[in-house]
Each structure stands twice: as structure tokens, then as C-alpha cells.
T-cell receptor
Framework: GIQVEQSPPDLILQEGANSTLRCNFS?????LQWFHQNPWGQLINLFY???GTKQNGRLSATTVATERYSLLYISSSQTTDSGVYFC??????????FGSGTRLQVQP | DADVTQTPRNRITKTGKRIMLECSQT?????MYWYRQDPGLGLQLIYY???????NKGEISDGYSVSRQAQAKFSLSLESAIPNQTALYFC??????????FGPGTRLLVL
């Protein structure tokens, strides 16, 4: 199956800082989603982005499908951004495959 | 109302007991999924169903079974619970084209 690698595994930021999270995947995909899991365990859809660039407020994402990677940008981070960020691509044959996540802690 | 609901939200059970986790969706999607998340890790696929008559095993189906009672309902059963099945369980739905939508999760503790 598809392999998914996320980096960095852990990230600590001061409030107001910017960050870039990376997701590398090993196969062609027809779907890729980014999720934020908050400290209560809830999974929140951030982006559906199999290719191209999207922006939603302080967050934006870019997927370069031909080079098999996706980036999630967080600008002007806030303490409420803390949690785990997951990248999950899908080759279309089955279901999403989740990476191991980037654990983000934003300090005030 | 939430598009994907899971019951119960929390459950404590004992080793050897049979338990069922239920999932319902109001999005009208054909595809439904069960995932498991162990502490500190990503989600792993247990079972998936592309329509009412289609059930498929995922990566970690041993010790689990499922039932697709209707388009909107997909249940996960642990036939004889064991402590290493302690985890957070998520149900999800999709139309196969775009976003998968996840339920709120069920926290299961097996003593």
C-alpha cells in the first residue's frame, strides 16, 4: 500500500510564529486530506487537496501530485492551533491512509 | 445535527466481552469506514464498505466484524474484547469523490 511520511514529528512554536508541515507519499493519489486532531480527539477536516493550492484563513495547503508531496502552512499561529496534524492520501482503490502526524504545541 | 454520529461515545468493558459500536450518517453516502487510533499514532483502517452489499477488510480486521444494516448504518463488533483493543474508534463516510467525513469517535477501554 501507499506509504505516508510526515515531518517534523514534533513542533513547538511561540504564538504568532509561522510553520510548514510536510507530507510525502509513495504513490499516485486521487484524494488527499489534511486533518487537525484537537486535544479532545476530534478530527477536523482542514483541506481536501489532491492537487494545487487552497487557503482558508491563516491556513493554506499545497499539493504537488507529480512530485508526491503536500505542504500545510500555518501563519500567525495561535494556542488553539495546538494538536496533531494528519495528512491522509487515497489512491482511489480503498480508503485514506494516515501518516503518523505532526504534533504541534503553540506556546503563549 | 451532526452528519456522522457514533454511539456510544465512551465505553469500558472487560476482557472477553462482546461489544458493538454503532455509526449512522445523514449525508446519503454509499461508502462507510471504520478506523482505529492507538495512542500517539495515526488512524488504521479496520473495515470499509462501498455499498450495502460490499464489505471489505482493512489492515487490522482480526478480532473485529462489521454489519452494514442500511446505507446509513455501519456497525463494528468486537467478538471477544482484549486489552490491546483499547483505542479511539472512528467511523467515516464519503461519496468516493472527495472529502471523507469523520464521526466524533468512540473511546473504548478494555480491562
Amino acid at each position: 500500500g501507499i506509504q505516508v511520511e510526515q515531518s517534523p514529528p514534533d513542533l513547538i512554536l511561540q504564538e504568532g510564529a509561522n510553520s510548514t508541515l510536510r507530507c510525502n507519499f509513495s504513490d499516485s493519489v486521487n484524494n488527499l486530506q489534511w486533518f487537525h486532531q484537537n486535544p479532545w480527539g476530534q478530527l477536523i477536516n482542514l483541506f481536501y487537496i489532491p492537487s494545487g493550492t487552497k487557503q482558508n484563513g491563516r491556513l493554506s495547503a499545497t499539493t504537488v501530485a507529480t512530485e508526491r508531496y503536500s505542504l500545510l502552512y500555518i501563519s500567525s499561529s495561535q494556542t488553539t492551533d495546538s494538536g496533531v496534524y494528519f495528512c491522509a492520501p487515497d489512491t482511489g482503490r480503498r480508503a485514506l491512509t494516515f501518516g503518523s502526524g505532526t504534533r504541534l504545541q503553540v506556546q503563549p | 445535527d451532526a452528519d456522522v454520529t457514533q454511539t456510544p461515545r465512551n465505553r469500558i468493558t472487560k476482557t472477553g466481552k462482546r461489544i458493538m459500536l454503532e455509526c449512522s450518517q445523514t449525508k446519503g453516502h454509499d461508502r462507510m469506514y471504520w478506523y482505529r487510533q492507538d495512542p500517539g499514532l495515526g488512524l488504521q483502517l479496520i473495515y470499509y464498505s462501498f455499498d450495502v452489499k460490499d464489505i471489505n477488510k482493512g489492515e487490522i480486521s482480526d478480532g473485529y466484524s462489521v454489519s452494514r444494516q442500511a446505507q446509513a448504518k455501519f456497525s463494528l463488533s468486537l467478538e471477544s474484547a482484549i486489552p490491546n483493543q483499547t483505542a479511539l474508534y472512528f467511523c467515516a463516510t464519503s461519496d468516493g469523490k472527495e472529502t471523507q467525513y469523520f464521526g466524533p469517535g468512540t473511546r473504548l477501554l478494555v480491562l
